[in-house]
C-alpha cells in the first residue's frame, strides 16, 4: 500500500495553463506539506498544513495555492503556469505538526512547463 | 520497498556528546543530501556529497559518503540544543528518481 501518493507523476504542459497535482496519504498523519525540488536537488518548503489548517506558508507566488479538503489530501494549484515553475514538487507527511516521528515523502511530480 | 534507511531513527543526546547518524541506499548513490527540519519549520539544506569518500563540514556538522557502502554518515561534535530536530538524507539511487530516508529525530537535553 501507498502511504503518501501523489498524482500524476509526470505533468508536461504549456505556459499559462492552469494545473493541479494531488496527494494523499493514508496514514493517519495529522501534518502534510508540500515542498519544491530545483534541478541541483535543493528542497523548499512551499506551503504545510496541520488538520487542514495552513501553518507554514513560505514566500511562493500566489499563483500556487494548496487546498487541503480533509486532512489526508493536500492538493496543489498553480495557475497560469511559468517557465520557473518547472521542478519536481514533492509532497510529505508526518505525524505530528513537530514532524517528530519523521517524515514519509511521496514519490514526487516532475513538472514541466513549455 | 525502502531505498534508504537512516538509523537510528530517534537520538537522545545529553548535550556536548558527539552523535552519528548512518543513512544506507540499497543501491549504488549518485549523490547524498543532507536536510535538517527544526520543529515547525520546513527542511533546511545542510551539504551535499557527490563522489566516494568525500567529507564535507559545516560548523560542527560532519558528513561523509562512502560509495562502496553506498553509506553516508553524519555526525555532530559537542552536540547543542540548537542541533535539535530531524535530520533527513535524500539521493537518487538510480540517477532518476529521487528518495528521502524516513528521518532521525535528535533531541539534545541541555
Known amino acids: 500500500d501507498t502511504a503518501v501518493s501523489q498524482t500524476p507523476k509526470y505533468l508536461v504542459t504549456q505556459m499559462g495553463n492552469d494545473k493541479s497535482i494531488k496527494c494523499e496519504q493514508n496514514l493517519g498523519h495529522d501534518t502534510m506539506y508540500w515542498y519544491k525540488q530545483d534541478s541541483k536537488k535543493f528542497l523548499k518548503i512551499m506551503f504545510s498544513y496541520n488538520n487542514k489548517e495552513l501553518i507554514i506558508n513560505e514566500t511562493v507566488p500566489n499563483r500556487f495555492s494548496p487546498k487541503s479538503p480533509d486532512k489526508a489530501h493536500l492538493n496543489l494549484h498553480i495557475n497560469s503556469l511559468e517557465l520557473g515553475d518547472s521542478a519536481v514538487y514533492f509532497c510529505a507527511s508526518s505525524r505530528v505538526r513537530t514532524g517528530i516521528y519523521g517524515y514519509t515523502f511521496g514519490s514526487g511530480t516532475r513538472l514541466t512547463v513549455v | 520497498s525502502q531505498e534508504l534507511e537512516q538509523s537510528p531513527q530517534s537520538l537522545i543526546v545529553q548535550e556536548g556528546k558527539n552523535l552519528t547518524i548512518n543513512c544506507t541506499s540499497s543501491k549504488t548513490l549518485y549523490g547524498l543530501y543532507w536536510y535538517k527540519q527544526k520543529y515547525g519549520e520546513g527542511l533546511i539544506f545542510l551539504m551535499m556529497?557527490?563522489?566516494?569518500?568525500e567529507e564535507k563540514s559545516h560548523e560542527k556538522i560532519t558528513a561523509k559518503l562512502d560509495e562502496k557502502k553506498q553509506q553516508s554518515s553524519l555526525h555532530i561534535t559537542a552536540s547543542q540544543p540548537s542541533h535539535a530536530g530531524i535530520y533527513l538524507c535524500g539521493a537518487a539511487p538510480t540517477g532518476n528518481q529521487f528518495y528521502f530516508g524516513t528521518g532521525t529525530s535528535l533531541t539534545v537535553i541541555p
Open positions: 556529497l557527490q563522489k566516494g569518500g
